[in-house]
């Protein structure tokens, strides 16, 4: 055989081999993940309960994954820039998302174009927790109670006014189903953020607003406005004296934002176990607790399975909501 002819045929047989042999190493990914930094998307500003949990929760898991967990803040388009990029990212588990109820549940409901699909675009990791919505007056609004500003609504119908932090925000939904469960005729005014909402609600220029504890608790704690319901299902501790919107009156009524750690649909099975093990780790931390506990934040834990669940149960009762009232973006 000639030379040149043996030489073609020897490299034949190295390349048919090739497979072979990498088929036979070990997957690198199983053994040696992560080995840089994770990226978690916030899909909201910097300074908000999404920022905040996500920070707390991603300082412990850098510590427990060995690599840094980086929270990238993408606010716009009501949660869905930074939705729609976790959704297209390379599903290796260094890109995650902070799922929220306003993306995954509300957003399906009031956008019939929305590029993305809570369902089948994400691989769930974990609920992390859950921040209970709670509901306040002015100081000169002559309620004290849920009835009494609900007798009041009735007695005026379309004359009372509520803020928000904006359309499709979680003030918004909460304040909607409120309306609904009692049938009060409340007129919405949307602001740019929850500050403004406050600002407005403590001047008078607003009678009513829904928010989360960390924005509302200080100025009624000054006397300065006044917390008439919380939208959980039990009472807070932080808040012992307020009852739930169920307990006065309206059974079944529960209003939370919530949020979890999701990665982008077809992320292996290792890199989703070892993401709910840091996370986990992360919620009995004391450092985690401490900072949820201070914005009246109920810690979860909940895995993938039951995550999924949860959210395919809250964007159906958020839909509810969402065409009650007559909800909608383009």
Not at 137 to 166: H, I, Q
Not at 206 to 221: E, F, M, T, V
């Amino acid at each position: 055989m000639k030379p040149l002819r043996r030489a073609c045929l020897r490299r034949a047989l190295a390349l048919a081999t090739l497979p072979l042999l990498f088929s036979a190493l070990p997957p690198a990914h199983a053994d040696t993940w992560p080995q840089r930094p994770i990226r978690l998307l916030v899909p909201y500003g910097p300074g908000g309960s999404s920022d905040v949990v996500a920070r707390a929760v991603a300082v412990e898991m850098s510590r427990d994954l060995g690599q840094q967990v980086i929270v990238e803040n993408k606010g716009g388009g009501q949660g869905t820039i930074a939705t729609m990029e976790a959704a297209r990212a390379r599903p290796d588990g260094y890109t995650l998302i902070l799922g929220h109820v306003g993306t995954l549940a509300v957003n399906p409901a009031m956008m019939p174009k929305l590029a993305y699909d809570p369902r089948s675009d994400f691989a769930p990791i974990i609920l992390l927790a859950k921040l209970p919505m709670v509901f306040a007056v002015g100081e000169k609004v002559p309620a004290a109670t849920l009835p009494e500003f609900v007798a009041l609504a009735r007695d005026k119908p379309g004359v009372l006014n509520y803020g928000s932090a904006g359309n499709g925000s979680a003030g918004h939904l909460a304040f909607e189903m409120l309306k609904t469960a009692t049938a009060i005729d409340v007129v919405h005014v949307p602001y740019k953020g929850t500050g403004a909402q406050v600002t407005d609600l403590l001047a008078g220029n607003i009678d009513a607003a829904a928010a989360g504890i960390p924005g509302l608790l200080p100025h009624a704690q000054a006397g300065k406005i006044k917390i008439i319901a919380v939208g959980s299902e039990h009472r807070l501790s932080i808040l012992p004296d307020v009852p739930t919107v169920a307990e006065q009156g309206f059974p079944g009524f529960e209003s939370s934002q919530w949020f979890g750690l999701l990665a982008p649909a077809g992320t292996p099975a290792e890199a989703v176990s070892r993401l709910r093990a840091a996370a986990e780790q992360a919620l009995k931390s004391d450092s985690v607790r401490q900072r949820l506990a201070h914005d009246a934040s109920e810690v979860s834990g909940a895995g993938p399975e039951e995550f999924a669940a949860f959210i395919d149960a809250e964007e159906r009762r958020w839909s509810k909501v969402v065409k009650s009232a007559r909800l909608s973006v383009e």
